[in-house]
């Protein structure tokens, strides 16, 4: 099967979480013997990456069998659909508007929780993003660091600034995120990498605990890549957040509520809350099947083409 797909941004250069795992899924369906040709804006040059063509900027050419974008990056995936009359797929990753959505034969959801808050009435199916705990863990080092991951306002930075403030006497660790304004202040406490980080691991090495006071989530990569290590996440309850970490397997304080999250802090600073935080969050990741989440993507993908896909 011959596979177009239209992305605003894609890796290794772009490090934000929807477009790599949107990359783990079509480098597996070019595992399974599918040519994925990936037309984006953001480079000029023509490279390969895992088994998938990424192209600049221009047509894919056809025929195609099958057309795959984000919500918000269909318009030119629509009318490329339409053109070659082939199925089209939208992954909806984060914040989705209807219109988004028009034109779509199946819309991939990453979450119960953002399929219904969507609205969407059309054919759909919800599938976590792969994580495989053992490419995420790590040895800590012992810094226990205070970790957040992007620094913009939808992810809560405000309140990660005002916490840092309130809490002179804690070490905190700001990691610049792939997308977004990145609102970067000095404080003493604050360790700030300003570049997206190629191998999280590095940090999760050296963050005992991580922070995501995110307004909304439609998942909690993040957070689920840092559970594999063993570290707890204190987070707003946003409803794919809980969905990925499960009420039993977070702490949770609301996005605006400082003294909640100070108070939460404070709690973990007890040995025995703190171990049984680690545990359950290495618990959760455990039970993360990343095999499970790419061959259903394959599968329902295939089914949108199943001569070809024979």
Known sequence: MRIAAFCTWYPPRIRVGSYLTTHEWFRHLAARGHTVTVTTGWSHHRYQLDGVAVLGWESPGDPVDLVICHAGDSRAARHFSAQVGSPLVVVAHGAVEPHHLAGADLVVFVSDAQRGETGWDGPSVVIPPPVDPAQHRTRRTGDDL???????????????????????????????????????????????????????????????????????????????????????????????LVEALGVGNGVWAGWHDLAAWRRALAELDHPVVYAAASRAARARADQLNPAESLNRFATVVEALAPTVAA
Do not use: C, Y
């Open 146 to 240: 205070i970790t957040i991951v992007n620094l913009n306002t939808s992810k809560g930075v405000d309140l990660f600034w005002a916490l840092a403030a309130a809490e002179p006497h804690r070490r905190f660790l700001a990691v610049a995120g792939g997308w977004g304004r990145q609102m970067i202040r000095t404080l003493p406490n604050v360790e700030v990498i300003r570049r997206p980080v190629t191998d999280m691991r590095t940090v999760w090495a050296r963050t005992r605990i991580l922070l995501m006071p995110s307004v909304a989530e439609t998942w909690g990569r993040v957070a689920l890549e840092a559970a594999a290590s063993g570290i707890p996440t204190i987070a707003h309850p946003a409803s794919g």
